[in-house]
């Protein structure tokens, strides 16, 4: 279920009143006059309380308004409780009436402003000396001349455009964008063409900024780029005093509608001359000027502003399940960060896919918020825009270009209802097959109709670092220069107004996507916005821009192949692959006969196997795009020196635990195969974290020296002498040896120990005898020692743990009782093989999962905290961050895991829910409802941290006698702490540093 506050989340866990449901407000003034009723304890704080309703409340008829609603959350929603929790999240992000209104009020005094500008008289273009000192022209004027002259004239027409008029706009941020339309006689025929129309437009600003200032209605005047677009600033208004931070009104000045003649603007066409904007004569015939889309995009949105403003308000109308569904799509896209900056998925094109949906019938007026929140989610994980494009056009008109024709410029189409205008332009295909991976995974979510999955879906946030295995930054972003020019990107130079990081991320993402091939699930880039600026400040550069960043999602089945094979020699794909990978592939023969071309990665152990993408994007930027590997800043692989021992700082200990998985095996297979027991052995099981892959230094295999060690021949034992070193000592592995059931076994308890025993000798004989191994046989365990470990094999009984429960009164009647030895002989022998056993099965499926369960052993031991878990306790929290992922997918790295282990210990509610681990799926759905039930019922009689899995569906036997309520509470609170901080360490673009500067405990941090 949802987070709790890390500070609230366990006072009063233990003994405290059941808990049975939610408290209903008001009914315990109704229940006042029942003489029946047990005098109420107080109520314990933060539990949920039960609740009594007295018999008349009990069964009272519903009232006409209360079928109609049961009516409506069958039809519209597939729960109550999904119904009651999508009210409240809209609750706290719509704007409230009382701030509508304050809202408007600004909007008034705006308009009136904006009217009373007085007017400029005409100039030419570069003629800009009537501005004031104290303001800039927001745009890079490059190159400068330019033909045109500009006036400025008092807008013809001031509207309030976007999400604001039609309520959709979302808290916290509200902003309120205003259309300017620009008078006629400003503009000119040709101020399409070479960015004259660009240029009008910000010296419009310009000097509306200069007068605005002025005003004391305005405590903050600045500029900022209308959707990331560097060609088109937006002025800032925000009121002065206390409402400061109420509102931001954004103007945009916009042309007169049907100025630009649309056959001017289509994708095909080119409005940016090659002679002005590289300074190079005109280009013959042979060669034609380039098409400039995305410029002529930028014009068409401004044309465009108040008809699209019409269709949605015709199309969501009074209809308010539409309005809210919105709203929630853009609470979702928010929290997969997928709306920031140039190029985002942002809140206009949910809108505008609603209106599309809507027009097609795939979505009714009359729906829910969540049924139109589902339609959407289904339509974009069902939908590649990239391959195949829609329209809101109904026209069939034959002068309007194709879908194709848009597919061939574009990665992304989805037009307008014109026909002309593509809204989704500027997405890049990345961000597309993100917003769709996303979609998936939100319905795979939906489907499974789990009891958190609207925390999931809207309330959990999904920043990149948390989302992605690996990430790359790319700085300083002035080295993209050099890769426009070494992949010949002029045209797209001069399409994207010089914006060297728009015209050449696509190609980028494009080559890395080819050389990660198999290893790369999904590749997704993030560019911050560009932060506002004074109107008295030179407008941001774009390599001021910040940093580009890239998040890798990857596949574990590929990430760890050193080996990328191409095409046979003798074929014509050949040429091409060695073009591709340059000095790095080479010829080689394979065994079956073939001669293929191949690239070979260097890579020794399994962290170092982790981390090919590195030396995959490193190579191909350098190569492709003369960026050295100075500017690749890799983030992938600086949480593993935590968990590699000195010695060994290639390795992160998956080769030394794979070592004695591989030991044990042997060892196994010659328990098996051993005569001379009076019984034989049916099953030998591990039990010890080496064998599950989770001890966070594996022990090494030791061969004793002869010389250092004094021989008893009667005791089977080496004997340390005293003037040599202290031997090394090497930490024994649990076995769990289980023998094939006999009815000659005694039913006391003391005789089946004696037994034991004597099984215990004699195994170690047999051992000795028949495969020469050492053996040291004690009256509970046998250790053997074989290729340098220790295994402790330990014989059980199978009906030992009920022989121990069986209580005989003085009368000699018998009962079954639990008691401590045999519930701690049940965990030995029975419940510890059986998660041993299940958690080497997932190391099986998802190889991250052995360093993510260190890590996370790791970090709680450097915060003094080892001692109040257990390694089980923890081993299961890091597997639930594999078994149940959402709404991420699976870990294929040891970093992202590791942060969402700190989110998970740091957000999970302990006190009010268990935390289910299924292993191998064996628990349903009905299975786990029933185990939350009867959770809630006996609150008071569990642990503070209560896990659960298939073999322990009730007692939490891993956390029944520790944390306790302080320890956890402690472990919450550093987790808390440690997430950001290392978070924002990792994504600092100039290196995370030394991530273990900060271990102490004192500092709340990472290790």
């Known amino acids: 279920m949802g987070p709790a506050p890390a500070g609230e989340q366990l006072r009063g866990a233990a003994g405290e009143p059941e808990v049975l449901g939610l408290a209903l407000e008001g009914v315990s003034k109704e229940k006042g006059t029942s003489r029946k009723r047990a005098k109420a304890e107080p109520p314990a704080e933060g539990l949920l309380q039960p609740v009594k309703l007295s018999r008349a409340d009990l069964y009272k008829e519903p009232t006409n308004e209360e079928l109609n609603r049961l009516r409506e959350t069958e039809t519209l929603f597939h729960s109550s409780l999904l119904r009651l929790q999508v009210e409240e999240l809209l609750k706290e992000v719509r704007l409230s009436e009382k701030k509508k209104e304050r809202i408007d009020a600004f909007l008034k005094e705006v308009k009136q402003r904006i009217q009373k500008v007085p007017s400029v008289p005409e100039t030419e273009l570069t003629d800009q000396s009537w501005l004031p000192a104290g303001v800039r022209v927001p745009l890079h004027q490059v190159p400068y001349a330019v033909k045109g002259s500009f006036r400025f004239l008092p807008p013809s027409q001031i509207t309030v455009v976007g999400s604001y008029l039609l309520g959709t706009c979302i808290r916290p941020d ?94 095909t066409k080119n409005n940016v001359r090659s002679a002005w904007y590289r300074g190079h004569s005109a280009p013959e015939s042979a060669n034609p000027e380039p098409p400039t889309p995305h410029y002529n995009t930028w014009i068409l949105q401004d044309t465009a502003l108040e008809s699209q403003m019409h269709l949605l308000s015709s199309v969501l109308g009074s209809a308010q399940g539409l309005k809210d569904g919105v709203a929630l799509l853009k609470v979702w896209l928010r929290q997969r960060e997928l709306d920031k900056g140039l190029g985002g998925f942002n809140g206009f094109l949910i809108s505008m896919l609603v209106a599309f949906l809507v027009s097609k019938h795939k979505i009714h007026v009359t729906m829910s918020s969540y049924q139109v929140l589902r339609s959407v989610l289904q339509f974009l994980a069902s939908t590649d825009l990239t391959v195949n494009g829609i329209s809101l056009s109904p026209s069939s008109d034959p002068s309007l270009p194709v879908l194709a024709d848009f597919h061939q410029v574009f990665p ?140 890798l999602l990857l596949r574990p089945e590929g990430l760890t192949s050193v080996l990328d094979l191409g095409p046979e020699a003798d074929q014509p794909e050949a040429a091409d692959f060695r073009q591709f990978w340059g000095s790095r592939s080479e010829l080689r023969r394979f065994q079956d006969g073939a001669i293929r071309e191949a690239v070979v990665w260097e890579a020794a152990s399994m962290s170092e196997k982790r981390l090919i993408p590195h030396q995959v994007v490193t190579h191909l930027l350098a190569l492709h795009a003369d960026i050295p590997d100075t500017c690749v800043h890799y983030v992938g692989g600086f949480l593993d020196a935590l968990i590699q021992r000195p010695k060994e700082i290639s390795s992160t200990g998956e080769e030394a635990l794979a070592l004695a998985v591989r030991c044990y095996d042997d060892l196994s297979r010659l328990l098996w195969g051993l005569e001379g027991l009076p019984l034989t052995v049916s099953a030998v099981q591990g039990a010890h974290p080496v064998l599950r892959y989770t001890e966070v230094f ?51 308890a003391e005789a089946v120990r004696r037994v034991r025993a004597a099984f215990q000798l004699r195994l170690a004989e047999v051992l000795t005898q ?48 639990d008691t401590p030895a045999s519930l701690r002989l049940e965990r030995d022998t ?128 891993w956390t029944q006698d520790r944390p306790s309520a302080q320890i956890l509470q402690q472990l919450v609170i550093l987790a808390a702490e440690a997430l950001p901080v290392l978070e924002k360490q990792l994504m600092d673009p100039r290196g995370p540093g030394d991530i273990r500067r900060s271990g102490h405990p004192s500092t709340c941090t990472t290790c």
């Open 174 to 267: 509200i902003n309120v964008d205003v259309a300017l339309t620009m008078p006629r006689e400003i503009l000119q025929d040709k101020d399409g063409l070479n960015q004259r129309y660009f240029r009008k437009r910000a010296l419009y600003l310009a000097h509306l900024a200069d007068h605005l200032a002025q005003d004391p209605l305005f405590g903050s005047i600045r500029f900022s780029y209308a959707r990331g677009c560097h060609l088109k600033p937006s002025l800032l208004l925000r009121p002065r005093g206390k409402d400061e931070r109420l509102v931001t009104v954004r103007l945009h000045p916009c042309p007169p509608l049907d100025f630009f003649r649309p056959c001017r603007l289509l994708p």
């Open 770 to 817: 028949q495969h020469r191994l050492p053996c040291r046989a004690t009256a509970t365990h046998t250790d053997v020692l074989k290729d340098g470990f220790v295994f402790r094999i330990r014989v059980a009984y199978q009906r030992e743990p009920q022989i121990l429960r069986e209580v005989r009164s003085p009368e000699g009647m018998v009962s079954m009782r």
């Open 412 to 551: 992304v189409v989805f037009l307008d209802s014109t026909g002309r205008l593509n809204l989704c332009a500027d997405v890049t295909a990345p961000t597309y097959k993100q917003v769709q991976h996303e979609a998936q995974l939100s319905m795979a979510l939906l489907d499974s109709r789990a009891d958190d999955g609207f925390q999931l879906l809207l309330m959990t946030p999904k920043p990149m670092i948390r989302a992605f295995d690996h990430i790359v930054h790319l700085r300083p972003l002035s080295r993209l220069q050099a890769a426009c020019h070494r992949l010949k990107l002029w045209p797209e130079l001069q399409d994207n107004g010089g914006d060297y990081v728009s015209a050449a991320l696509g190609p980028l993402t494009t080559i890395l996507e080819q050389g990660l091939g198999s290893r790369l699930h999904l590749l997704a880039h993030s560019r911050p916005p560009v932060p506002e600026w004074d109107i008295n400040q030179d407008p941001p550069k774009h390599k001021d821009s910040g940093t580009l960043t890239l998040g």
């Open 698 to 748: 594996p022990p090494a295999p030791v061969q004793p020296a002869c010389s250092f060690y004094k021989h008893l021949q009667e005791r089977a034992s080496l004997l340390p002498r005293l003037d040599k070193p202290c031997p090394a000592y090497v930490e024994p592995m649990t076995v769990v040896c289980h023998l094939e059931g006999s009815g000659q076994w005694p039913q006391d």
């Open 830 to 957: 029975k419940l510890l093989p059986l998660l041993t056993s299940a958690l080497h099965g997932l190391q099986q499926q998802h190889p991250a999962f052995s360093a993510v369960a260190r890590l996370a052993k790791r970090w709680v031991r450097a915060q003094l905290l080892g001692e109040g878990f257990t390694d089980e306790s923890l081993d299961l929290v890091a597997a639930a961050l594999f078994l149940h992922p959402e709404p991420f997918t699976p870990p294929s790295s040891p970093q992202v895991g590791f942060l969402r282990f700190l989110y998970l210990v740091s957000t999970f509610d302990w006190k009010n829910n268990p935390l289910i681990v299924n292993l191998n799926s064996e628990l349903t759905a009905e299975e786990q409802v029933e185990i939350r039930s009867s959770f809630l019922a006996a609150r008071t009689q569990l642990p503070v941290m209560v896990i659960i899995t298939p073999q322990d569906r009730r007692s939490s036997v």
